[in-house]
């Protein structure tokens, strides 16, 4: 198992979470390094909505089963939308994640800040299709906005993750996501296919 320590030491850690899929081994790696994590589900930019209730159900099933705790934040596509009008038409890894990020790293450290957590992490920067680049940059303005805050800039891609994520895959039986959550990341899939 891959050895990690927080940023500032600190065993309690708010980690936003995009699905479980990309947060079991993450979450299984911190409780093994003596690390608790809270679970932040802030997925504004998931589409349609029955989408974003699959993949939340799917990890509160699995935070619920270790016993950590879960934290939905609302819902607000249409805040979402708004903030990324005229990006719709980037490629990934582009402006539009960028913002994306931002906004709900923003949210996440705001909800660390306003409930006692001095470190933040993202399990977005466990997936191969993102810019770690990007994740981090946006970790570090959300954290700049809210003081006592720190983003740690963790690369969950590393020591094995990925292949435990994918045995956790198989024994849970997770939904497994084909498209990132928002509707201008379906448009190339759907072309492909076509």
Not at 13 to 19: A, D, F, T
Not at 34 to 47: A, D, K, S
Not at 109 to 118: L, N, V
């Amino acid at each position: 198992m891959l050895k990690i320590q927080t940023p500032n030491g600190d065993n309690r850690v708010l980690l936003h979470s995009c699905c479980a899929p990309c947060s079991s081994a993450i979450i299984e790696c911190m409780l093994e390094n003596g690390i608790r994590p809270t679970v932040f589900y802030c997925n504004p930019n998931i589409y349609p909505q029955e989408e974003y209730e699959i993949r939340k159900n799917e990890a509160i099933r699995f935070v619920t089963s270790l016993n950590l705790d879960f934290i939905d934040a609302d819902y607000d596509h249409a805040h979402w939308l708004h903030t990324m009008q005229g990006l719709e038409n980037e490629p990934e890894r582009g402006g539009r994640c960028l913002k994306c990020f931002t906004l709900r790293l923003t949210e996440t450290a705001r909800y660390a800040s306003e409930h006692g957590f001095s470190v933040f992490t993202t399990t977005l920067a466990s997936s191969r299709w993102k810019s770690l680049e990007q994740i981090f940059e946006a970790g570090r303005r959300a954290a700049a906005r809210y003081p006592g805050t720190v983003f740690w800039e963790q690369n969950w891609r590393k020591g094995g993750l990925q292949d435990r994520r994918n045995q956790l895959l198989k024994e849970y039986d997770f939904y497994n996501q084909q498209y990132c959550g928002c509707e201008f990341s379906i448009r190339p899939a759907e072309t492909k296919t076509e």
